[in-house]
């Protein structure tokens, strides 16, 4: 089946650790995206990626890094510097084909302590 | 500045009922506006309109925009309780970035 995937579903980390949040996707998109969404608020954009070794800070990059190594993969690692990291990280794809259509991953829900 | 405006916040209706949610937008370059459902998860994907008064329509659920007047609505007739979630808008600026922008989403509750 094609998809995107988002590991894990839940995650818990402490005040100063860096972690890193997982999105695959095999649909054959060039596009990946990483969202935030939090209570009350519309998505807000971190990152994004055109292409393969190439990506650009969205509205909200301050404390957080991406990388796109593979077209499949699209890590977000949220780093110690980012003062509010709790939240729910959607990932998301598109193809060149239709690409205003973006397609969400079922997203991960980061709770620091 | 760009944006998206979603209306209302919030419903809650009975199973039956129709319901009109409504996006306004102020965009530079628009090129196409979206609809997703969000069900406690990922938003799925509805619909996607780029031209004005084409009806988009899907069983129940249908849409048309209005690029004169910058606005959208999403109708949900016969409703059901499997049709409370966020209905989220967004709208492509065909910018240099090409960014989806996104309202806040409107809360459907359908009660039985």
């Known amino acids: 089946d094609g998809g995107i995937t988002q590991s894990p579903k839940y995650l818990f980390r402490k005040e100063g650790q860096n972690v890193t949040l997982s999105c695959e996707q095999n649909l054959n998109h060039d596009a990946m995206y990483w969202y935030r969404q939090d209570p009350g608020q519309g998505l807000r954009l971190i990152y994004y990626s055109q292409i393969v070794n190439d990506f650009q800070k969205g509205d909200i990059a301050e404390g957080y890094s991406v990388s796109r190594e593979k077209k499949e993969s699209f890590p977000l690692t949220v780093t110690s510097a980012q003062k509010n990291p709790t939240a729910f990280y959607l990932c998301?794809?598109?193809?060149?084909?239709?690409?205003?259509?973006?397609?969400f991953g079922p997203g991960t829900r980061l709770t620091v302590l | 500045e760009d944006k998206v405006v979603q209306s209302p916040l919030s419903l809650v209706v009975h199973e039956g009922d129709t319901v009109t949610l409504n996006c306004s937008y102020e965009v530079t370059n628009f090129r196409s506006l979206l609809w997703y459902k969000q069900e406690k998860k990922a938003p799925t994907f509805l619909f996607m309109l780029?031209?004005s008064g084409i009806e988009k329509k899907s069983g129940r659920l249908s849409s048309i925009l209005d690029k004169k007047e910058l606005f959208s609505i999403l109708n949900i007739t016969a409703t059901q309780t499997g049709d409370s979630a966020i209905y989220l808008c967004a709208v492509l600026n065909a910018g240099n970035n090409r960014k989806l922008i996104w309202g806040l989403g409107t809360s459907l509750a359908v009660n039985p």
């Open positions: 998301a794809s598109s193809s060149p084909l239709v690409p205003d259509t973006q397609y």
């Open positions: 780029t031209s």
